[in-house]
């Protein structure tokens, strides 16, 4: 798809956008052009708590579903929400007509209460509720950004937490997230001192091989089992730096797991603009198409 069809379509998702916006997302089909259409069920519940809800996006033809794309927003593991890739989500929906389209909320983190297990769990539950509800057997494709991204890697590569569902992952799209919390330019992260205190429960029991520090990190666990993995990280971010792309790509490498990784220009929040977008979407699109 080349940069100018991509730009009419990112005038037309922008007007769908706002008509999602206004109308409170009722209409129940999502009609992108050429042929592609989607039906779509809005704030469904994939659990008991009131965070615990996602958008669905089903191909009319569901014969022809390759796998399904769970998308984790970011926010600090403390803060965001869905409604924050679903203009990503589209696009990538016009890209990729032949993948259902999950994007879920999560229990997020809060002074009394930590980001592990809960957001590990949310999303096994989530997909164990979409491999029901659509009634196939097909793989995961995980995609998420910042902190999302995290738990996309995490849920792919960690085998200590009980994930029912861990084995589905196909692939793992991975935009600006910290692979290393343990990476000492990490740490400049300004609100570092949160991710000390609430990542994971510092009183909980963990077997004697393991530290507290070694389970949250994404690059701890990678395998030569690992899912194959794209990344994308921002030439002057400040949030995650360019070193969590290096460290992850070595690990990635060293176990043998088929990957790619890019560099956009920009920060932290400029993988969406128009600029970027684009690029990041043909890569995805290139990259699905080479594993299996």
């Known amino acids: 798809m080349g940069f100018s ?7 037309f998702l922008s007007i769908l956008f706002l008509i999602f916006i206004v109308f409170g997302c009722k209409e129940k089909t999502v009609n992108l052009g050429e042929d592609i259409s989607f039906d779509q069920e ?6 008991r708590d009131s965070q615990q ?7 009319k033809n569901k014969d022809s579903i390759k796998g399904i794309f ?13 409604t924050n890739l679903t203009f990503f989500t589209l696009s990538l929906m016009q890209k990729l007509p032949d ?3 999950a994007n879920i909320n999560y229990r997020l983190a809060y002074a009394n209460s930590f980001v592990l297990p809960n957001q590990t769990n949310d999303i096994d539950s989530a997909i164990g509720f979409l491999l029901k509800k659509l009634n196939i057997n097909t793989k995961v494709v995980l995609l998420g950004n910042s902190a999302g991204a995290h738990l996309s890697m995490l849920y792919g590569y960690n085998s200590f937490f009980d994930l029912k569902h861990h084995n589905k992952v196909k692939a793992v799209v991975n935009i600006v997230g910290p692979a290393d919390l343990s990476d000492q330019d990490f740490k400049n992260y300004s609100d570092y001192a949160f991710i000390e205190k609430h990542m994971i429960d510092l ?26 993995t794209v990344s994308f990280y921002g ?17 990635l490498h060293k176990n043998g797991i088929y990957n790619e990784s890019f560099e956009f220009p920009g920060g932290h929040l400029d993988w969406d603009q128009e ?18």
Request: proline fraction near 9%.
């Open 70 to 82: 769970v998308m984790i927003h970011g926010g600090g593991w403390k803060s965001g929400n869905k």
């Open 203 to 228: 009183h909980s029991p963990v077997p004697t091989d393991l530290t507290n520090r070694d389970i949250p990190n994404p690059v701890y666990w990678i395998n030569e089992k690992s899912p194959p």
């Open 42 to 47: 809005m704030d469904v519940s994939y659990g």
């Open 99 to 101: 993948y259902a389209f």
């Open 53 to 59: 809800k996602l958008d669905l996006y089903i191909p």
């Open 235 to 251: 030439s002057t971010d400040h949030v995650v730096p360019l070193s969590q792309k290096r460290i992850l790509d070595s690990a």
């Open 5 to 11: 069809i991509f730009m009419s379509m990112n005038k």
């Open 275 to 292: 600029k970027n977008a684009p690029f990041l979407i043909d890569k995805i699109d290139e990259f699905l198409k080479k594993i299996k």
